[in-house]
Protein backbone atom coordinates (compact mmCIF):
# COMPACT_ATOMS: atom_id res chain seq x y z
CA UNK A 1 0.00 0.00 0.00
CA UNK A 2 2.76 2.53 1.08
CA UNK A 3 4.47 2.10 -2.18
CA UNK A 4 1.27 3.12 -4.36
CA UNK A 5 0.76 6.16 -1.77
CA UNK A 6 4.52 6.86 -2.44
CA UNK A 7 3.71 7.60 -6.03
CA UNK A 8 1.85 10.84 -7.31
CA UNK A 9 1.84 14.53 -5.90
CA UNK A 10 4.45 13.20 -2.92
CA UNK A 11 7.22 11.77 -4.87
CA UNK A 12 7.20 14.29 -7.03
CA UNK A 13 7.41 17.16 -4.39
CA UNK A 14 10.15 14.69 -3.52
CA UNK A 15 12.36 14.57 -6.83
CA UNK A 16 11.91 18.24 -6.77
CA UNK A 17 13.44 18.97 -3.77
CA UNK A 18 16.19 16.60 -4.35
CA UNK A 19 16.51 18.04 -8.15
CA UNK A 20 16.95 21.48 -6.61
CA UNK A 21 20.00 20.37 -4.21
CA UNK A 22 21.91 18.74 -7.03
CA UNK A 23 21.81 21.75 -9.04
CA UNK A 24 22.58 23.63 -5.89
CA UNK A 25 25.46 21.77 -5.35
CA UNK A 26 26.50 21.92 -9.51
CA UNK A 27 26.62 25.63 -9.68
CA UNK A 28 28.79 25.46 -5.96
CA UNK A 29 31.32 23.34 -8.73
CA UNK A 30 30.29 19.59 -7.35
CA UNK A 31 29.91 16.94 -9.78
CA UNK A 32 28.60 13.48 -9.80
CA UNK A 33 31.47 10.83 -9.71
CA UNK A 34 31.56 7.04 -10.29
CA UNK A 35 34.14 4.74 -8.40
CA UNK A 36 34.74 1.67 -9.51
CA UNK A 37 35.16 -1.38 -6.94
CA UNK A 38 37.25 -3.69 -6.91
CA UNK A 39 35.44 -7.35 -8.26
CA UNK A 40 35.65 -8.67 -4.36
CA UNK A 41 33.28 -6.67 -3.90
CA UNK A 42 29.18 -7.69 -4.17
CA UNK A 43 28.54 -3.82 -5.68
CA UNK A 44 30.13 -2.45 -9.08
CA UNK A 45 30.46 0.69 -8.05
CA UNK A 46 29.72 3.77 -5.87
CA UNK A 47 28.60 7.16 -6.34
CA UNK A 48 29.96 9.99 -4.86
CA UNK A 49 29.82 14.26 -4.66
CA UNK A 50 33.48 15.83 -5.30
CA UNK A 51 34.46 19.16 -5.73
CA UNK A 52 37.42 20.81 -7.93
CA UNK A 53 40.65 19.86 -5.91
CA UNK A 54 42.24 23.33 -4.04
CA UNK A 55 45.60 22.37 -2.80
CA UNK A 56 47.49 20.18 -0.59
CA UNK A 57 45.58 20.06 2.53
CA UNK A 58 43.10 16.94 3.71
CA UNK A 59 40.61 16.03 1.90
CA UNK A 60 36.81 16.05 4.02
CA UNK A 61 35.15 12.75 3.17
CA UNK A 62 31.51 12.72 4.58
CA UNK A 63 29.47 9.84 5.12
CA UNK A 64 25.71 9.55 6.11
CA UNK A 65 23.72 7.57 8.05
CA UNK A 66 21.34 4.71 7.37
CA UNK A 67 18.34 5.16 4.97
CA UNK A 68 20.47 8.74 3.94
CA UNK A 69 22.35 9.81 1.05
CA UNK A 70 25.23 12.22 0.25
CA UNK A 71 22.31 14.90 -1.07
CA UNK A 72 21.30 15.02 2.67
CA UNK A 73 24.79 16.88 3.20
CA UNK A 74 24.15 19.91 0.76
CA UNK A 75 23.42 22.61 3.43
CA UNK A 76 26.32 21.59 4.95
CA UNK A 77 28.33 21.18 1.62
CA UNK A 78 27.89 24.80 1.07
CA UNK A 79 29.01 26.03 4.69
CA UNK A 80 32.04 24.17 4.00
CA UNK A 81 33.17 23.63 0.91
CA UNK A 82 35.15 27.11 0.55
CA UNK A 83 37.39 26.10 3.44
CA UNK A 84 38.19 22.88 2.57
CA UNK A 85 40.94 21.79 0.26
CA UNK A 86 38.96 19.14 -1.22
CA UNK A 87 35.16 17.34 -0.44
CA UNK A 88 33.56 14.01 -1.43
CA UNK A 89 30.40 12.80 0.11
CA UNK A 90 29.64 9.13 -0.29
CA UNK A 91 26.12 7.71 -1.38
CA UNK A 92 26.92 4.37 0.48
CA UNK A 93 26.39 0.80 -1.38
CA UNK A 94 21.95 0.92 -1.96
CA UNK A 95 22.05 4.81 -0.94
CA UNK A 96 21.33 7.61 -3.37
CA UNK A 97 22.55 6.69 -6.38
CA UNK A 98 24.76 3.79 -5.31
CA UNK A 99 23.14 0.69 -6.55
CA UNK A 100 22.24 -2.33 -4.43
CA UNK A 101 24.53 -5.07 -4.59
CA UNK A 102 23.37 -7.71 -6.75
CA UNK A 103 25.19 -10.90 -5.95
CA UNK A 104 24.55 -10.49 -2.22
CA UNK A 105 22.62 -9.57 0.56
CA UNK A 106 23.71 -5.64 2.01
CA UNK A 107 25.55 -6.11 5.09
CA UNK A 108 27.05 -3.49 7.53
CA UNK A 109 30.13 -5.16 6.40
CA UNK A 110 29.82 -4.92 2.56
CA UNK A 111 29.37 -0.72 3.45
CA UNK A 112 32.36 -0.33 5.51
CA UNK A 113 34.66 -2.15 2.87
CA UNK A 114 33.41 -0.26 0.11
CA UNK A 115 34.38 3.07 1.78
CA UNK A 116 37.39 2.14 2.73
CA UNK A 117 38.05 1.28 -0.97
CA UNK A 118 36.82 4.81 -2.02
CA UNK A 119 38.58 6.63 0.86
CA UNK A 120 41.89 4.60 -0.05
CA UNK A 121 41.33 5.34 -3.87
CA UNK A 122 40.36 8.87 -3.88
CA UNK A 123 42.45 10.37 -1.10
CA UNK A 124 46.17 11.14 -1.88
CA UNK A 125 48.48 9.57 0.88
CA UNK A 126 50.33 12.57 1.41
CA UNK A 127 47.24 14.83 2.10
CA UNK A 128 45.02 12.27 4.23
CA UNK A 129 41.53 13.46 5.56
CA UNK A 130 39.01 14.36 7.63
CA UNK A 131 36.23 11.63 7.58
CA UNK A 132 32.96 13.16 9.22
CA UNK A 133 30.00 10.86 9.85
CA UNK A 134 26.34 10.79 10.96
CA UNK A 135 24.67 8.08 12.76
CA UNK A 136 25.21 4.63 10.97
CA UNK A 137 28.22 6.93 9.29
CA UNK A 138 29.88 7.56 12.67
CA UNK A 139 30.50 3.76 12.95
CA UNK A 140 31.67 3.39 9.68
CA UNK A 141 34.05 6.49 10.11
CA UNK A 142 35.26 4.49 13.48
CA UNK A 143 36.02 1.20 11.51
CA UNK A 144 37.56 2.79 8.73
CA UNK A 145 40.07 4.89 10.79
CA UNK A 146 41.34 1.58 12.57
CA UNK A 147 41.53 0.53 8.85
CA UNK A 148 42.89 3.34 6.95
CA UNK A 149 45.75 4.32 10.05
CA UNK A 150 47.25 7.28 8.74
CA UNK A 151 45.69 8.82 6.00
CA UNK A 152 42.79 9.74 8.36
CA UNK A 153 43.98 13.04 10.13
CA UNK A 154 41.22 13.51 11.98
CA UNK A 155 37.55 12.79 12.66
CA UNK A 156 34.21 14.59 13.19
CA UNK A 157 31.04 12.65 14.48
CA UNK A 158 27.90 13.72 14.64
CA UNK A 159 25.58 11.49 16.84
CA UNK A 160 27.14 8.35 16.10
CA UNK A 161 25.77 5.18 16.19
CA UNK A 162 27.53 2.17 17.52
CA UNK A 163 28.09 2.38 21.08
CA UNK A 164 27.75 -1.35 22.83
CA UNK A 165 23.47 -0.59 23.06
CA UNK A 166 22.08 -2.79 25.87
CA UNK A 167 19.73 -5.38 23.92
CA UNK A 168 16.54 -2.95 24.72
CA UNK A 169 18.03 -0.14 23.85
CA UNK A 170 19.22 -1.55 20.00
CA UNK A 171 16.16 -3.20 19.82
CA UNK A 172 14.57 0.13 20.18
CA UNK A 173 17.25 2.17 18.30
CA UNK A 174 16.12 -0.36 15.22
CA UNK A 175 12.45 -0.28 16.03
CA UNK A 176 12.62 3.16 15.72
CA UNK A 177 13.38 2.69 11.90
CA UNK A 178 10.49 -0.13 11.44
CA UNK A 179 7.75 2.30 9.92
CA UNK A 180 4.76 -0.17 9.42
CA UNK A 181 2.04 2.68 9.02
CA UNK A 182 1.71 6.36 8.24
CA UNK A 183 1.56 7.04 11.97
CA UNK A 184 4.70 5.54 13.15
CA UNK A 185 6.13 7.18 10.32
CA UNK A 186 5.17 10.48 10.95
CA UNK A 187 6.11 9.91 15.07
CA UNK A 188 9.78 9.02 13.27
CA UNK A 189 10.04 12.29 11.55
CA UNK A 190 8.71 14.18 14.57
CA UNK A 191 11.68 12.54 16.30
CA UNK A 192 14.42 13.07 14.00
CA UNK A 193 13.33 16.95 13.67
CA UNK A 194 11.39 17.94 16.43
CA UNK A 195 12.10 21.13 16.41
CA UNK A 196 10.17 21.38 12.96
CA UNK A 197 10.53 19.61 9.94
CA UNK A 198 12.17 20.73 6.92
CA UNK A 199 10.74 20.61 3.19
CA UNK A 200 9.05 19.00 1.62
CA UNK A 201 7.57 19.06 4.51
CA UNK A 202 5.83 16.46 7.32
CA UNK A 203 3.50 14.71 5.05
CA UNK A 204 6.04 13.94 2.34
CA UNK A 205 8.73 13.61 4.29
CA UNK A 206 7.01 10.72 6.55
CA UNK A 207 5.13 8.92 3.39
CA UNK A 208 8.72 9.23 1.37
CA UNK A 209 10.30 7.51 4.49
CA UNK A 210 7.56 4.92 5.46
CA UNK A 211 8.21 4.00 1.64
CA UNK A 212 11.95 3.99 1.67
CA UNK A 213 12.68 2.15 4.76
CA UNK A 214 10.55 -0.63 3.81
CA UNK A 215 12.85 -1.34 0.70
CA UNK A 216 14.11 -5.17 1.25
CA UNK A 217 17.62 -3.93 0.92
CA UNK A 218 16.97 -1.55 3.79
CA UNK A 219 15.09 -3.90 5.89
CA UNK A 220 17.77 -6.78 5.14
CA UNK A 221 20.70 -4.16 6.47
CA UNK A 222 18.35 -3.31 9.70
CA UNK A 223 17.99 -6.70 10.44
CA UNK A 224 21.56 -7.22 9.89
CA UNK A 225 22.40 -4.47 12.86
CA UNK A 226 21.07 -7.20 15.20
CA UNK A 227 24.35 -9.25 14.75
CA UNK A 228 26.67 -6.58 14.05
CA UNK A 229 29.73 -6.61 16.67
CA UNK A 230 29.30 -3.52 17.79
CA UNK A 231 32.55 -0.75 19.10
CA UNK A 232 34.34 -1.68 22.30
CA UNK A 233 35.76 0.69 24.48
CA UNK A 234 39.38 -0.18 23.04
CA UNK A 235 38.73 0.40 19.85
CA UNK A 236 38.74 4.40 20.21
CA UNK A 237 41.84 4.81 22.22
CA UNK A 238 43.93 5.46 19.26
CA UNK A 239 41.20 7.47 17.37
CA UNK A 240 43.21 10.55 15.90
CA UNK A 241 41.75 14.02 16.92
CA UNK A 242 38.20 14.14 17.04
CA UNK A 243 35.11 16.51 17.61
CA UNK A 244 31.94 14.59 18.84
CA UNK A 245 28.39 16.59 18.48
CA UNK A 246 25.85 15.00 20.06
CA UNK A 247 22.79 17.42 20.56
CA UNK A 248 20.61 17.83 23.17
CA UNK A 249 17.41 17.12 21.01
CA UNK A 250 18.66 13.56 19.47
CA UNK A 251 15.99 11.78 20.37
CA UNK A 252 16.67 8.87 17.76
CA UNK A 253 19.84 7.23 19.72
CA UNK A 254 19.80 6.90 24.03
CA UNK A 255 21.88 9.32 25.54
CA UNK A 256 23.97 6.14 26.72
CA UNK A 257 26.11 6.06 23.54
CA UNK A 258 26.70 9.68 24.14
CA UNK A 259 28.44 9.03 27.44
CA UNK A 260 30.12 5.59 25.72
CA UNK A 261 32.13 8.00 22.99
CA UNK A 262 32.66 10.93 25.06
CA UNK A 263 34.37 8.31 27.89
CA UNK A 264 36.08 6.41 25.46
CA UNK A 265 37.55 8.76 22.76
CA UNK A 266 41.13 10.11 24.02
CA UNK A 267 40.43 13.25 26.14
CA UNK A 268 43.26 15.11 25.12
CA UNK A 269 42.22 14.92 21.35
CA UNK A 270 38.68 15.20 21.83
CA UNK A 271 36.46 17.96 21.40
CA UNK A 272 32.84 17.52 22.87
CA UNK A 273 30.24 19.17 21.81
CA UNK A 274 26.40 18.84 23.06
CA UNK A 275 24.68 21.80 21.76
CA UNK A 276 21.18 22.60 22.15
CA UNK A 277 18.28 22.44 19.88
CA UNK A 278 20.47 20.11 17.91
CA UNK A 279 18.54 16.80 16.19
CA UNK A 280 20.37 14.05 15.34
CA UNK A 281 20.40 15.08 11.65
CA UNK A 282 21.78 18.68 12.98
CA UNK A 283 23.18 19.69 9.36
CA UNK A 284 19.93 19.90 7.77
CA UNK A 285 18.72 22.59 9.85
CA UNK A 286 21.29 24.44 11.95
CA UNK A 287 24.26 23.97 8.92
CA UNK A 288 25.52 27.33 9.46
CA UNK A 289 26.17 26.49 13.40
CA UNK A 290 27.46 22.72 12.60
CA UNK A 291 29.63 24.68 10.24
CA UNK A 292 30.67 27.20 12.51
CA UNK A 293 31.42 24.61 15.17
CA UNK A 294 33.72 22.63 12.64
CA UNK A 295 35.70 25.18 11.66
CA UNK A 296 36.27 26.54 14.85
CA UNK A 297 37.84 22.97 15.92
CA UNK A 298 39.24 22.33 12.31
CA UNK A 299 41.42 25.56 12.64
CA UNK A 300 42.89 24.57 15.87
CA UNK A 301 43.92 21.16 14.18
CA UNK A 302 45.77 23.28 10.99
CA UNK A 303 42.59 21.28 8.74
CA UNK A 304 41.26 24.19 6.61
CA UNK A 305 42.40 25.45 3.33
CA UNK A 306 41.75 29.15 4.25
Not at 142 to 168: E, H, M
Amino acid sequence: MVHAIWQGAVRRSVDKLWALKTKSLARAGFVSHWHDLPDEHDIEKLHVLINADKGNDPVWVFIHGFSSQALDWEPLLHKLSDACAQVIAIDLPGHGQSPVPDRADLTPQAILNAAVDAVKTLVPKNRGCVLVGNSMGGLVTVRATQILGDLVRATVLISPFGAPYSNKELTNVLNTFHLTNYGKATDFVKKLFPNGVPAPGLAATSVFLWAHLNRPHLKTLREGAYSYPLLEEKELADMPPTLLVWGTDDFILPSSGLTFFRDSLPSKSTEVLTPARYNHMPFVDYAPHVANDIKVWAEKHKLLSL
